[in-house]
């Protein structure tokens, strides 16, 4: 292995550097969470309480990164990382000024939040894989898990209080300070990446093959490893993690709970991300099926969530999932950026996030339809168990030797070029 492969400028997750930008990243995401949190209060204020109104606001945010993720790609992969986090945070910052000016004058209807949420979202879907993307060239390769699972508790932490901050604000002085505090909290981020962007190392440019491929053959080209990271991470992200429809559901249907117990639900799951975070930076580089295996964990945890008779059983599986949820996500991003050349990371990076994130409006019709039509235990037995079949099917086809070459209609699994090789 090459002595310079896993050097970086900084000095990994003990440097000032990732220091400094964890810090700032905190005070963005409270911030980012605080202007979801009013955007959504603001929306059912101003629909008169409509569902369906609301759906489409989430629905408009989470689409582009369906939409939009080969050519998201192709700009993470062929521009630095860090100048792309600082575009990208200065948009987002423009887009919550863009909700608190008209919002201040008196001026705001439904139709300018579905458009605004919609041009948001396009902006994320550049800046999730871009700042993935900045943690391998900040920390290096060989501090990529420990860096990524201490920022993704940090972060967490930051996810907890960014809500209940918004919503004394909101109380006291009106969605508007809120957007207009969630504008400020980007720029620390830019700030600081200002600061590293002239110093952090950066790939290659992407892949032109996969730049010019038309639709969604551009997934076809990526390693076989990574289609099954993107096709497992749909499953989980788009079906699996649809507790937004499923807790509120248990909570009254099935447990009778008041807006206490309802909101324990999600604090349970909270602390297991944390706690799945806090385990995962203790851990080495992930090998090439530990994500499958937290996918099924998490499959089966939420079909034995299905079936739990009493509350204080539910809210145990509920911790399950979120360390189950964070330890997946942690392992994946992982996995996809040291299996992938630097040339194709930005597109590998763009595809896992289109299958985690691209078809939550879908799956929350989906999950919805099936809790009208067979009940709400199904909703969630139904994608637990489908997520259990899918993981057990691809670790069983990893197992298996490689077939010989030539094989008459079967192509066997092939290994991606990648920075550094991984462990079984």
């Known amino acids: 292995m090459d002595a310079n492969r896993d050097r970086h400028p900084h000095g990994g997750v003990a440097s000032a550097g990732y220091r400094w930008y964890a810090g700032a990243q905190v005070v963005s995401i409270v911030g980012t969470m605080m202007g979801y949190t009013a955007l959504y209060w603001l929306t059912l204020h101003i629909a008169h309480g409509d569902a369906v109104v609301l759906s489409e606001v989430v629905a408009a945010q989470f689409l582009p990164m369906l939409l939009f993720s080969r050519r998201a790609g192709t700009i993470v ?51 999730v894989p871009a700042r993935q993307t900045f943690m391998l060239d900040l920390v290096g390769p060989a501090e990529l898990r420990r860096g990524t699972s201490l920022y993704a508790t940090v972060t967490g932490l930051a996810k907890i209080t960014g809500p209940g901050l918004a919503g004394v604000i909101i109380a006291a002085s009106g969605e508007t300070a809120v957007f207009f505090a969630d504008a400020a909290s980007f720029l620390g981020v830019i700030v600081v990446l200002g600061c590293l962007s002239g110093d952090v190392r950066h790939g290659p440019a992407a892949d032109r093959a996969l730049v010019q491929a038309r639709r969604f053959r551009w997934v076809l080209d990526l390693p076989r490893g990574i289609q099954a990271a993107v096709v497992t991470a749909l499953l989980l992200g788009g079906f699996g993690l649809q507790f937004g429809v499923t807790n509120p559901l248990m909570a009254t249907r099935v447990f009778h709970l008041g807006s206490v117990g309802f909101g324990l639900l999600g604090t349970f799951m909270a602390v297991g991300g944390i706690s799945g975070n806090y385990y995962s930076s203790r851990r080495k580089d992930p090998g090439k099926s530990e994500f499958l295996v937290w996918a099924a964990v998490f499959g089966i945890a939420e079909s034995v969530a299905a079936v739990m008779p009493v509350v204080w059983a539910y809210d145990l599986t509920m911790i399950v999932l979120g360390g189950a949820t964070q330890l997946f996500a942690v392992s994946a991003t992982v996995y996809v950026q040291q299996a992938t050349s630097a040339a194709q990371r930005g597109h590998a990076l763009s595809a896992y996030n289109a299958g985690f994130m691209g078809f939550v409006p879908a799956g929350a019709f989906l999950v919805a339809g099936v809790a009208a039509a067979a009940g709400i235990r199904w909703a969630l037995a139904g994608p637990g168990l489908a997520i259990v079949a899918c993981s057990a099917i691809v670790l069983v086809s990893r197992s298996l030797p490689p077939l010989r070459r030539g094989a008459p209609g079967i192509r066997p699994w092939r290994s991606a070029p990648s920075a550094r090789s991984l462990p079984e």
Do not use: E, H, K
């Open 77 to 127: 992969g062929r521009r630095r990382a860090a100048r792309v986090v600082i575009v990208t945070q200065a948009l987002q910052a423009a887009g919550s000024l863009a909700l608190g000016i008209p919002l201040l004058a008196g001026w705001m209807t439904v139709w300018y939040l579905v458009l605004l949420s919609f041009a948001i979202g396009c902006v994320q879907a550049v800046d």
